[in-house]
C-alpha cells in the first residue's frame, strides 16, 4: 500500500507551505530520511525528508503549489510493492488539481450554466425538493433568492441558503492567527476578502495582497458598514494595480519571484506600511573590542567558535534592552506587549533571500556562548536544517549589512517588534581622541550604529539614550568572555 508524504505542521500558527523544489523524480527510489522536498511556510524554509524508503510514485503538489498542512504532497510506494501500482495512483490523482478549481466555479456566474450535463440531475426533481437548489448556487446566488422566494416553498430555501452562507463565512474567517491579527490592525473584515486556501480560507498572502491594492486602505470601512447584504469589496479588490510596464531589450532574461522573494517583499511592504520608521545614527569607538577580538580569535576557533565583532554588540545592547524595556517591546494599535526575555534575531543573509533565526536568552550568554550560537544559526539557516522555533519569539533584530564593507543602513523594521540595529563596518580613521594631555589624533577602529524605531511607541529621546548606552558600553570594552 502505498505510503503519503504530507505537507508537515512546521508550527503552531502556520497552516499552509509551499512546495519550492522537488529533490526526487517520479520512478525514482529515496532511502527513509533522505531529503525529498523542499517547502516555504511563513516562517522558515526547510527539507522534507521521505517518511520511509521505498520508490517515489506520484506527484501530487507542484513546485510553487501551496498547500494546507497535513495535505498529501505524494506518495511512495514501500519496497518490495509492484512498480505498477504507480499508473492507476496517477490516474486518480488527476482529479486532486482539479478540485481547486470546481470549488471556484461557483463563485462565477456562467460557471453553472455552462454544466448541462451536471445542472440536468438537479432539475429532475424540480416538483418536490428544494434541497437540490441551494447546492447548485452555493453562494453565488443571493440576488435570486428573492425571485425563487416568489415560488412554491420560500421558507425551506432561504435557511438552506442561510447555513450555506454562515458555512462559506467561518471557512474564511477561520484563519491564521497572524492573518486575524493583520486584519485587526489594517480594519479588514475577513469574510470579506476571497481566500485562495482550502475551503476559502483567507491566507497572509491573500489580505497581503489586498493591503497593497490602491485604496484598499479605505476599502474596508464601507465593507463593514454594509453589514449583512453580504456584499465582497468587489470594487476594491478588482481595482487593476498601477503595473510598472517596461520593454525586455533582447537578450534580457525574466524570471518569476521566488516563494522566499515574495514574502521578504510582503513582509517589508507591512512593515513600512505598519510603523513609523525613524533611524538615529552613532559614531562608535570599537577599538577595544578590536584588540579582545584580535586576542582572543585564535583561542576561539580551537573551541569552535569563531569570534567576530557581532556577539560584543549582542551582549551591549542585552544590557541596553534591560535599562530601556520598551526598546524591547512588540505592538499593536491598541497594546504594547513589554517582553521579559531577550531574544535577538540576527538577520542572515542567504543565497537565495533573506532569514532572521533568532539567540534565545540571549541574556544568560558570554561572548563565547553568543559565537557559538551565532556560527550555528547561520550555518544552518544557508543548509536549511532550522526549525520554525528557531525563526520564532524574537524581540529585537540586529542586521550587519557592515559584513561586506558598507558604512551603515537604515534597515526596516521586523515586525510586531519596534526596533532593530544596523550594524555597519568597522574601519580604521584618524579621529579626535580627549585625553588628559588634550586632543590628539588617533587611529581608531570606528563603527557606525543605525538604530530604525517605531515612533508610535519610541520618542527619539529615549532611542538616544539607549543608544548612547549602547556605545558607553562598547566603547568601555569591559565584556563577559
Known sequence: MPIDVVMPQMGESIAEGTVVKWLKKPGEKVERDEPLLEISTDKVDAEIPAPASGT????IAQEGQTVGVNTVVARIAAEGEAAGASAPAQTAAAPVPAQPTQSAQPATAPAPASAPPAQAQAPAPPPKPAAPAPQAPPAPKPTEQPSNAATAQPTTQQPSEENITSLDERRRTKSSPLVRKIAQENNIDISRL?????SGRVTKNDILDYLQQP???????????TGSEGVRPAPAEAAPRPAMTFAPGEGDR?????????KIAQHMVLSKQTSAHVTTVFEVDFTNIDKLRRRYKDAYTERGAKLTFLPFVIQAVVQGLREFPIINASMDESSVTYHRDLNIGIAVALEWGLIVPVVKNADEKNILGLSKAINDLGERAR????????VQGGTFTITNPGIYGGLFGTPIINQPQVAILGVGGVKKRPVVVETKEGDVIAIRSMCILALTFDHRLI???????????VRSLIEAGQFTL
Open 56 to 59: 517515489l510514485t506520484e506527484i
Open 194 to 198: 476571497q481566500g485562495s486556501g482550502v
Open 215 to 225: 485604496g484598499s486602505d479605505a476599502a474596508p470601512a464601507p465593507a463593514l458598514a
Open 254 to 262: 525574466i524570471e518569476p519571484l521566488s516563494m522566499m522573494r515574495k
Open 383 to 390: 543548509t536549511k536544517k532550522l526549525s520554525p522555533d528557531d
Open 459 to 469: 520618542d527619539g529621546a529615549v532611542a538616544d539614550q539607549f543608544m548612547a548606552r
